[in-house]
């Protein structure tokens, strides 16, 4: 069964040949190969490209790295990349004449030196070069510095909900609930029975994610990480730092680990995009605020498979959706606070912060979003829009709840919207 990625896909048709580097980015399984290799080389074909013309070369493939000589257990055994030089030969050996050649290298990352090969591809007139990788600080971080502002991102995510609607069978309410639970890994999906998805998010996240971050980042401690993970997992959505979770350590764990390593650790896994992180955002004062963040997990199954399905809440997961689909559309997300100051009961002034689950801005738009699993009266609804009562500017404010509800605006302005409307239907902020 295929499954469209028409999203990133029209991403890809919309940088063909413009003369910078095409760099995919996600989480590993997440569908980048499947993107580039299948739906991009299809269109390729389609579109009147001869299949000569077209070079595909993954850099985990044992067939793949036969063609040039290399062995991917000898690399694996001796722990380095892929010869450039023996790339490099291969490369020249199928580029003939003077006619466009489209160049889609899966996981770059596992070719030595491989800024300096894609450099140089950049300066062929007849090469346009799209290229996958897993790790964040081996590519984005080069983008801006090697490539010398030539390199063009695409972030690909797990399926969004509109994207596993598409191969669902039963309805959106049925599919949300089993969405947030196994998430949208492609190869999970596809999956029949909930015995089968949860061993195989399990067998990926022992096999794939862990394996390749204790790997790469030469992990000695693999215990302390882990632990760091399961205490992730268990607080999506919350508030956090380095200092407060080595206290959570010392206290639970009874661990010396110090908060210099707990930073470590969390950015292998940002690296990894297996999390990502929200900063808190003065919204009156118009600054960012360094500590604590929010972390949120790239997918939602398998931040439920690292705790064994045992601790499912659904206001948690719902605003972990929000946010990961709003990353999706390309949108950056805080976390707004709004200090105030008000008098108690005793006339005693109080300072306090109150909280906007998600400030997004996207070029001239900002939208402010409050999550709320549910509104079932006027206190809880007047609880939730209190924050956006204290902001005094007139940017877009916007409650997404569970319950089933049209979209509407209140005496405020504010807009209440559902959260299938909101994953299904990407203009519902416009409305």
Do not use: W
Request: aromatic content about 12%; glycine content about 6%.
């Amino acid at each position: 069964m295929e499954i469209r990625r028409d999203f990133y896909l029209d991403k890809l048709i919309k940088r063909k040949n413009n003369g910078l580097i095409k760099v995919i980015t996600g989480i590993r399984r997440c569908g980048k190969s499947y993107l580039l290799n299948n739906l991009f080389y299809h269109h390729l074909l389609e579109s009147g490209v001869d299949a000569d013309h077209i070079i595909r070369f993954a850099f985990d493939s044992a067939d793949d790295l036969y063609l040039i000589g290399e062995s991917l257990i000898q690399i694996e055994k001796e722990k380095r990349g892929v010869a450039p030089e023996k790339f490099m030969a291969y490369i020249r050996s199928k580029v003939v004449g003077e006619e466009m050649y489209y160049l889609l290298l899966d996981e770059i990352q596992m070719l030595d030196c491989f800024e300096a090969v894609l450099n140089g591809y950049l300066r062929k007139d007849n090469m346009d070069v799209f290229v996958t990788g897993s790790n964040a600080k081996l590519l984005s971080k080069d983008i801006a510095t090697e490539f010398a502002g030539r390199g063009d991102e695409v972030h690909m995510y797990p399926l969004s909900f509109a994207e596993f609607m598409t191969i669902y069978s039963s309805d959106k309410y049925m599919g949300l609930s089993e969405y947030m639970l196994y998430g949208g890994i492609p190869l999970v999906v596809l999956r029949e029975g909930a015995n089968d998805k949860a061993v195989a998010l399990q067998n990926l996240f022992n096999e794939i994610y862990l394996r390749d971050i204790t790997k790469r980042n030469r992990v000695r401690n693999i215990g302390e990480l882990e632990d760091l993970l399961n205490i992730l997992s268990s607080a999506i959505g919350s508030l956090t730092n380095p200092e407060k979770l080595k206290n959570t350590f010392k206290t639970v764990k009874k661990s010396r680990i110090t908060s210099a390593t707990i930073k470590k650790y969390l950015d292998y896994f940002e690296n990894s995009f297996l999390i990502e992180s929200a900063q808190r955002y003065d919204i009156k004062g118009k600054a960012y605020i360094e500590t604590p963040k929010k972390y949120y997990f790239s997918d939602l199954g398998l931040r439920n498979a690292r705790i064994n399905f045992r601790q499912f809440e659904q206001t948690h997961s719902m605003e972990n959706v929000i946010y990961n689909e709003l990353r999706m559309r390309g949108y950056s997300v805080d976390v707004g606070v709004i200090p105030i100051a008000e008098r108690n009961q005793e006339g005693k002034v109080i300072r306090k912060q109150l909280e906007v689950d998600f400030v997004c801005n996207l070029g001239s738009s900002r939208y402010y979003i409050q999550s709320a699993y549910s509104l079932p009266d006027e206190t809880k609804r007047t609880q939730e829009i209190r924050p956006f009562r204290k902001i005094d500017d007139s940017f877009k404010k916007i409650v997404i709840t569970k319950d089933i509800v049209q979209p509407y605006y209140d005496d405020y302005g504010i807009l209440t919207v559902n959260i299938y409307d909101f994953l299904l239907d990407p203009q519902i902020l416009e409305k």
